[in-house]
Structure formats: C-alpha cells, structure tokens
C-alpha cells in the first residue's frame, strides 16, 4: 500500500471518530466532572494525612508537591484513558469483526485512529484543565515548571498513551478466548490504574514495590509523565526511563500481534 | 468463466454440550462431552461471471457459513475454493478490493453519522480515485432514489432506507463479487420490491456477479436464474429456477370451487389435500393422477369450478428442504 493511500485511510478513521465524538456532547460535562472529583477527594484525604505541619513529607512528597501530583496525575490518567476495548471486544463477540475482515483495511489501524479522533475534542478539553491546574499550583502553592520539563512531559504523554492503548489492546484481544469480559476491563484498570501511580504516588507501596514496577510498563502511563513535569526525576534518570519505556512499547507491540494472530485464527476457525 | 468456483468445500464445527440445570451445569465443570457439527459438507459449484445466484436453504443449512468462506472471514475445514482467482481465505488485499459482502443483519455504517461520512471512509479504504467515486456516488445515489437520506444519521433511517445505504456502501469501490446475506430481512413489501429492482438495474449496469440468499422466494423469482439449494450442508439442487417442480415429477396444483363448504374430514379422505379457505379447497396431486383426481372429485364433490396449474414454487422448494426430491 501507497503511503499516502495508507495515511489518507487513516485519516479518515480519525476524522469519523472525530466527528461521532461531537454527536455525545453532555459527555463532555461527565469527562470534567469524572477527572474533578477524585482530584477533590484525594486532597482532602492528603490535607488530614498532612496535618498542620507545613514541613511534614510523605512517601518523599511535601503537601505541595503531593497536591500537584494528585492533579497532574489525575488528568494525565484522563489524556491517556482508552475506552476502544468495549467495542473490539463487541466486533469480537458478536461477529461484527467480519466486515472489517472483508474490507482493505488494517483493523488494528482502524480502532487506533477512529479512537483517536473520538479522543481528540474530550483530550484538548483535559489538556486545558491541565494548564489551568498547573496555573493555579504556580499561584498557590509556588509549584515551578521549566519549559525542559513541559517538552519532556509531551514526549511521555506520546509514550504513555501509546503504551496504555497497546496494554488494553492485549487485554481486549483476550475476548477471542473468553466470552464474558466486560468485567475484566473494569478490574485490569484499576489495577494499571493503581501500578501506574494514578490513585497515588507508588512509593506509597515501599522502596522495593517501587524498584520493580520501574522497571514494569505500567509507571509510564501515569507517573512517569506526572513525575516529569513536576521536575522530580533526576536527570541523569530520564534517558534509561525513556529507554525501559521504549523498550516495552515494542514487547507490547509483539505481544498484540502475536495474540491478534492466534485470535483471528480462532475466530476464523470458530465463527460466530 | 468461472468467477466462483467451490470443490468439495468442507466445515466442521465442534462445540461441547450443554446440560441443562444446575447438575448440568456442575457436570460440565467436569466432563465435556465434544460435538461436532458437519455445517457445510463437500460443496462443490462454480459460478459464471456476471450471473445473479440465489443460495437457498433453510436456517441453518450452511448458507452463511459458506458465504463466510467465499468472501474469506471463515477457515474451510478441508476442501478448496477461488473466487475471482483467489483463495478467498488467504485475504490477499487484491482480493479484499474486488469483493463486497452485505449481511442484512449487520451494518457496516457508523450509526451515529450521516451514511455519506462511511461513504467516504469507504472510498479512502479503497483507495478510489475522487472522479471515479463521485461519478458512481451520484449514479447510485440516482438510482436508489437516496438523495434526501444522505445527510440523515444513520441510526434515524428506516431499515428499508439503511439497507439501501449498506448495498451503496458496499458498491462503491464496484467489486466484481458481491455476497448478500439476507438483504430483504425485516423488510416491508415495498422496500424489498424496491432493493429487488435495484439489484436488477444493478446487475444489467454493472454486471456484477451477485450470490444472493434469501428466505423470501419473490426475491430469488425475480432476480435468479439459477438457483443453488443447499440443505443439511450439502447441495440437494442446483440449476434454473424453473426446473425445480420438474424435479418433482411436476406437481400440480388442483383448485376447486364448490357450491356449499364441505367437511373437512370429506376433503381430508383425497391424497394431496392442503387446505380450504371459503368455498376454495386446494389440493397437491402428481401430475401422472391429475386426471383420476379431477373426474373423481367431479363425481363426488359439489364442483362449480376447477383448475389445474403448477405448484407454486413454495411447495417445490419446501419439498426438496425435507428431502423428497425424486432423484
């Protein structure tokens, strides 16, 4: 295929995703109001923790740098959310797999780019609360940025969502073996969610916990970006992150072909 | 030529079985007890280009598993096909642009935007050149009377209209094979008359080699010359449409009108009744008895009048459904 065949379908896909996304506007609404509230809650569960005492650090956080965590990590979690597994669990469970199958187009870069698109108004959306929460961290709380660290932060976004689409793109795909999964989603979230620091920071779980979910993919979606630009990764740290990351973005991507080959040989083989 | 051509195409599905209740249930935990299911066995048949087809068959039959092979979705158990030179499973992408399939119970369409947004995501798919696609848009878009419809989302349209939209859909990158699945189902009487004509003005136009199933004969009369009767997997008839009650030892269909309603149970006493509507009895008979039917009923029943013609289609194809096809 043309690259410019190949970039013009896919194109497309984004723009559809695009513009359906536009037909659920009140969703929106849901989105701010689903990022705000955890972000609420979890600081005034860290003001009781904290207590009066200024000077006070937990799991190497001071109030302030716990505040700002709790809000960048909360709306990173929110830019990088997918929600593409319901429907390739669907194609996969009712079939409707087949009229992709039959069409010259690459499902994987089908989902990927009307995802995308989808993502796209509700992710600018997130990306101004962003900005406005680091401008009120700045005025309230002295938090500081460098323009090093929002350049860094861009560049792990990128890895981020790219490593989280392709983890729920493996657990999707396991809807060719098993019938029901619907639940799976829910669970396995919360779980990256929680691995990937994205209720709280890992430290929480111990300095051991933490040597090795460095080393794991999950860090990467959350707290690696949210750590970044907080400027509390050293760095001589950063390169090697960025290389752990880099590295399980290609096992990921081994991972999902090889399982979508094995499925489609099953879903071939099964029919539905 | 042949465009399609199947050679003792073979699919078996295995499953386990499923008690019932809750001992069942726990049973199976425990031991499964495998089932093997022969969906499509030894089909063998080649298809002209250019030719309307129908597939027929009951629920069940195998139609859709087979048309799952052609159009390259499913894995045959054993046996082999090509259509239009391909294997079709192998899903070359050569292939993948010269077909279509449309099944009528699933969309292709994204429902929440209007059908021309598919349409040009269709075109980006396969990579149709912008002249080309304008110039089939406009002539299918006349030709399904579809204009007012196509800035309306999808999932507002009536099912007559958003099947019109999926066989546009599906026609606009022109494959050389098209496979429907149930086109008309669920459909009024209008709207399956309208898809019917459009087939027709479709396939003269574009001369597409189109396999069609259906349950609704009035589809397959107007659009087949030849139709392929699949049943329990394997082919019980294949050939032109009006060869079919031939193969019954053509069958007639006897009408009488009588003066008064007669019992039931008196009309029940002759081979071949069917059923009474009014003072209309209607009965089945063999061609070779015609005849000893008609002067008996004469003498015995209360006859104002009689007609003797063939057997409707219906009664053809039911037959050979239940197998009793005189071989």
């Known amino acids: ?272 | 030529m042949s465009i399609i051509q199947l050679d003792n195409l073979c699919r078996n599905f295995t499953y386990y079985e499923k008690q019932a209740g809750l001992r069942g249930s726990f049973k199976n935990l425990f031991a499964r007890k495998m089932i093997t299911k022969e969906a499509v066995k030894n089909i063998s048949f080649a298809i002209d280009e250019g030719k309307t087809v129908g597939f027929l068959g009951p629920n069940g039959a195998g139609k859709t598993t087979t048309l799952k092979m052609l159009s390259g979705i499913m894995h045959p158990t054993s046996g082999s096909a090509k259509v239009l030179g391909f294997t079709p499973w192998q899903r070359k992408k050569d292939f993948r642009m010269q077909i279509a399939i449309v099944m009528g119970q699933r969309s292709q369409l994204w429902s929440d935007l209007p059908a021309l947004e598919s349409f040009d995501l269709n075109r980006a798919i396969y990579e149709i050149d912008k002249v080309q696609y304008k110039n089939t848009l406009d002539e299918l878009v006349a030709l399904f009377g579809i204009e007012q419809q196509l800035p309306v989302q999808v999932r507002r349209l009536s099912l007559g209209e958003r099947m019109k939209m999926e066989i546009v859909a599906s026609l606009l990158h022109r494959p050389k094979v098209l496979f429907l699945d149930e086109p008309t189902i669920g459909l009024d009487i209008i709207s399956q008359q309208a898809i019917r004509d459009l087939l027709k003005r479709l396939n003269s136009k574009f001369g597409t080699t189109v396999m069609l199933t259906s349950h609704y004969l009035s589809d397959i009369e107007d659009l087949c010359e030849r139709i392929i009767l699949i049943n329990h997997g394997s082919v019980v008839y294949d050939g032109a449409l009006s060869g079919v009650n031939e193969t019954l030892a053509g069958r007639k269909t006897v009408r009488l009108i009588l003066s008064e309603q007669p019992d039931v149970r008196r009309l029940s006493a002759y081979d071949g009744f069917r059923e009474i509507e009014g003072s209309c009895a209607r009965f089945e008979i063999d061609r070779a008895g015609v005849r000893a039917f008609s002067l008996r009923a004469l003498e015995e029943l209360p006859v104002i009048d009689l007609t003797i013609e063939d057997a409707p289609l219906e009664e053809g194809i039911a037959r050979l459904y239940r197998g009793e096809a005189d071989e």
Do not use: H
């Open chain 1, 1 to 272: 295929m043309s690259d410019a065949a190949a970039s013009m379908k896919y194109g497309k896909c984004f723009s559809l995703g695009f513009k359906a996304a536009f037909e659920y506007r009140i969703n929106f609404l849901f989105t701010v109001a689903g990022a705000v509230s955890p972000v609420v809650i979890q600081t005034v569960l860290w003001i009781a923790l904290y207590g009066q005492d200024p000077a006070a650090t937990l799991f190497g956080f001071t109030f302030a740098q716990m505040v700002a965590y709790t809000v960048i990590g909360q709306l990173v979690n929110r830019l990088v959310r997918t929600g593409f597994e319901y429907e390739l669990n669907n194609d996969i469970k009712s079939g409707t797999l087949d009229r992709y199958l039959v069409k010259p187009v690459g499902y994987f870069g089908y989902r990927l780019f009307s995802f995308l698109g989808d993502k796209l108004v509700q992710s600018l959306l997130m990306a101004l609360l962003l900005a406005a929460g680091v401008i009120a961290l700045v005025c309230t709380l002295g938090f500081s940025i460098t323009p090093a660290a929002v350049v860094l932060f861009i560049i792990s976004l990128a890895a981020a969502f790219t490593l989280n689409f392709l983890l729920f793109w493996c657990v999707g795909l396991a809807g060719f073996w098993l019938t029901e999964i619907g639940f799976m989603f829910e669970a396995s979230r919360i779980v990256i969610i929680t691995l990937a620091g994205g209720i709280f920071p890992i430290s929480v779980f111990g300095a051991r916990a933490e040597r090795i979910l460095a080393l794991l993919p999950f860090r990467f979606t959350i707290q690696f970006p949210t750590e970044l630009l907080c400027g509390r990764i050293p760095s001589q740290e950063i390169a090697p992150a960025f290389g752990i990351a880099a590295i399980w973005i290609v096992v990921l991507t081994a991972l999902s072909q090889f399982l979508w080959r094995r499925g489609l040989r099953r879903f071939a083989a099964v029919g539905s």
